[in-house]
């Protein structure tokens, strides 16, 4: 029958809560003759692990601050990415434009304050945010290969 591999990360696991535990049993004045015994501060050693548990402590606290944040880069990535569909010509981006609206009627619906204008007087900032909005709703991606 075939050994099971090593769990080194449930070996490590179990040393450092042994170590705890020991820690956790000495009385003060034991651990404080260690540290002096090891030649250190016992001062300087209390402020370094008080600054290490603050570290932790907001890491902590702002875990879904980094999660929101990397989830908004990804997010303006793949809008960056669906917006290299959007022509880069005002006439190309018009075409694109009235190409989407006579395919997919149901778009024009969604925008509803174009439709109230005559899609000739739309500027091309006009074209340009709605293609974008588009492109950001996946809407373009039958539309790509223009």
Known sequence: MPERPRDYEAELRAIMDALAESAAQASDEEILAEVRESGEDPEAVAARVRGIL??????????????????????????????RAIPATPERRRELFMAIMTRQPDLGTALVTLQNREFRSLTDADIQSALEQ????????????R
């Open 54 to 83: 603050s570290r932790a402590v907001t890491a902590y606290e702002q875990r879904r601050l980094r999660d929101a944040e990397e989830s908004y880069r990804r997010r303006l990535e793949s809008m960056r990415t669906q917006s």
């Open 134 to 145: 588009l492109a950001a709703l996946g809407a373009l991606q039958e539309f790509e290969d």
